[in-house]
């Protein structure tokens, strides 16, 4: 099975209700889809979305790495040769963390199709159904509370309350949303980077000794700021879990041995990749440290990989912020992997088992 061509699209969804974090409000899904067809009529998809203030990736970069970079470079290899094709991808180009890893999206789906079976049974297997949270946005406090028991009433169970705009109101928000949900559901608290290290201590030793009880509190200070995480961690009571300060393998390394974090959220759009978030995967798992596995607001393509490679690493992937399909109004994408609100389930269709993408607008490049 040999590469034969390389072709880019667009896909677009629109949400269910505006996403809103401290950094961003966005209303619709934007995916640049790659498609890598083989000389056998077989054909590997990835995806990956625009997250400029996140990973520094928009359209056009990830368009332009992966046609000028990537494709030239990976037209007549073979699929079976999985360590040379992935030495290609991450060599291609530096950082451009997104578009390496639509690119290894299509390349792992690939190689589950050559061996005929679903990506998460090469890469370890597992049970195939996994348990997601749902990302309640940040917005005035009736909002956020309708907002939540809207979701446990479709059977969610855990919920990530975004805040990080403003520490007051943000107590506020979440006491109410607490109130609420009166012990129905987990709930993990996404600062998004709002708070500065002595804020985030002093908001949540108030929620702390108020009796709210959180899951996790995730990234409540500058993505850079590794030492105000650890500042963080060693006062408050909560877990504190990294996301935009752990990227790939080596800033995981390092929030471990400085006791930064109690845990590290994987996602593939930060490490690069699969191959990537495997090796932090591991290092999480020698160091008898918890990982969660999440997403960015991105189509299902990639975050059905997401979903493969939690299942294969479930002894380390404790938590699942897979969401993505579920704020939007509909999904185009007909995979191997089902999303029904808070139930992710895979099939045994081989790769990531995509048969069809609904519109999907091609690009000419």
Known sequence: MKIRDIRLGMLSVPLKTPFKTAMRTVKEIEDVVVMVETDTGNI????????????????????????????????????????SLINIVQNSIVRNFSAKAAMEIAIYDLYGQLYDAPLYQLLGGGDNVITTDITISVDSIDKMVEDTLSAIDQGFETLKIKVG??????????????????????????????????????????????????????????????????????????????????????????????????????????????????????IAGLYGVNCMIGCMLESSIGVAAAAHLAVAKSSVITKVDLDAPALGKYDPVTSGVIFNNSEIRITDLPGLGISKVDNLTMLDI
């Open 165 to 282: 705009k403003d520490p007051d109101v943000d107590i506020e928000r979440i006491k109410a949303i607490y109130t609420a949900v009166n012990g129905r559901a987990l709930i993990r608290l996404d600062a998004n980077q709002g708070w500065t290290p002595k804020q985030t201590v002093s908001i949540m030793r108030i929620l702390e000794n108020s009796g709210v009880q959180l899951e996790l509190l995730e990234q409540p200070v500058r993505g850079d700021d590794t030492e105000g995480m650890k500042y963080v961690t060693e006062r408050i009571n909560t877990p504190v879990m990294a996301d935009e300060s752990s990227f790939g393998p080596k800033e995981a390394i390092d929030l471990i041995r400085m006791r930064a974090a109690d845990i590290i959220n994987i996602k593939l759009m930060k490490a690069g990749g699969i191959s990537n978030a495997i090796k932090m995967a591991d």
């Open 44 to 83: 590997g998809y990835g995806s990956a979305p625009a997250t400029a203030v996140i990973t520094g990736d928009t359209h056009g970069s990830i368009i332009e790495a992966i046609s000028k970079l990537m494709s030239p470079a990976l037209l007549g290899r073979n699929i079976g040769d999985l360590n």
